[in-house]
């Protein structure tokens, strides 16, 4: 390997681990920032009174501990 070639691999591997960094980076940041959002969404909503009450079962179904719905048949 001439010396041309290893400074052309060792700028491809740091560009690589410069990408990598870049996406985790971007990542970190982007997920604290969605949750935010959602959050500040949901307490809009919730202060403009934009969320009704959920109805009640009816009388084909039937609600588990957990929340989950089965449907009698």
Not at 13 to 25: E, H, N
Not at 39 to 64: F, L, Y
């Amino acid at each position: 390997m001439t010396i041309r070639e290893s400074a052309n691999c060792a700028f491809g591997v740091a560009r690589l681990a410069f990408d990598a960094g870049a996406a985790l980076l971007s990542v970190v940041v982007a997920v604290p920032v969605a949750f935010a959002a959602g959050e500040a969404r949901s307490m809009a909503h919730t202060a403009r009174g934009d969320i009704a009450p959920a109805p009640g079962p009816s009388d084909t179904e039937h609600v588990h501990d957990l929340g989950t719905v089965v449907e009698l048949i």
